[in-house]
């Protein structure tokens, strides 16, 4: 069973820590935290500050926002997100043939993303969008049905820093290799820190 869209962060790093196949003694090993700490986390005693959150994310190799979450399924958390997203990066919302679409307000057109790249980099609503690039092919991927429902969601906690791992992930699958996300980042060159003795690899099982 997947992790719910509305879990708890003590769920979140449950979920990912067992993805990566780490107990919570080798976590906080890893993130040199107590163990006790990382099971109080889990179980939502207590709270990570925001920096041992962000150690917790980059050991398990996802995202910080992956992680930590939105309280998007609350519909004024939603909005206040919806406001974020304008207020950061530019993205509102207009009226298209009867229709609500949200645009960039400093929209790049597509082909001038990689000749460009020093204008992609110094501007948070352009670096989204050439982020964005990415989420459209894998989100037609897996509309087409290139990419499973466990895949697709395996490269959103993924993307962009750590898609080596989504690629690996599709090696060992017996999967092709051969395709390419416009609006990927220069990806970490190092493995997982994880233990020398092998698991079973548990893409959203939740176990």
């Known amino acids: 069973m997947g992790l719910p869209i509305d879990a708890t962060l003590g769920e979140r790093i449950r979920f990912y820590r067992q993805q990566a196949g780490l107990t919570q003694k080798e976590l906080a090993g890893l993130c040199e935290v107590s163990e006790s700490a990382i099971r109080n986390y889990e179980?939502?005693?207590?709270?990570?500050?925001?920096?041992?959150?962000?150690?917790?994310?980059?050991?398990?190799?996802?995202?910080?926002?992956?992680?930590?979450?939105?309280?998007?399924?609350?519909?004024?958390?939603?909005?206040?997100?919806?406001?974020?997203?304008?207020?950061?990066?530019?993205?509102?919302?207009?009226?298209?043939?009867?229709?609500?679409?949200?645009?960039?307000?400093?929209?790049?057109?597509?082909?001038?993303?990689?000749?460009?790249?020093?204008?992609?980099?110094?501007?948070?609503?352009?670096?989204?969008?050439?982020?964005?690039?990415?989420?459209?092919?894998?989100?037609?991927?897996?509309?087409?049905?290139?990419?499973?429902?466990?895949?697709?969601?395996?490269?959103?906690?993924?993307?962009?820093?750590?898609?080596?791992d989504f690629h690996d992930f599709r090696k060992q699958a017996g999967q092709p290799d051969n395709e390419t996300f416009d609006g990927d980042a220069p990806v970490p060159s190092e493995k997982p820190q994880s233990p020398e003795r092998g698991r079973e690899r548990k893409i959203n099982s939740g176990r």
């Open 43 to 164: 179980l939502g005693n207590r709270v990570p500050d925001f920096l041992t959150l962000h150690t917790i994310a980059e050991k398990l190799r996802v995202n910080y926002a992956a992680i930590a979450g939105e309280k998007v399924t609350d519909l004024e958390g939603a909005l206040q997100a919806l406001y974020k997203l304008e207020e950061i990066y530019g993205l509102y919302p207009i009226e298209v043939d009867g229709q609500i679409h949200f645009v960039f307000r400093d929209s790049v057109a597509v082909d001038k993303f990689k000749p460009d790249l020093d204008t992609v980099m110094g501007s948070p609503g352009v670096l989204l969008q050439y982020r964005v690039l990415g989420f459209m092919k894998a989100c037609a991927l897996h509309d087409a049905g290139e990419l499973t429902d466990e895949e697709y969601a395996l490269w959103k906690s993924k993307f962009p820093a750590f898609l080596s």
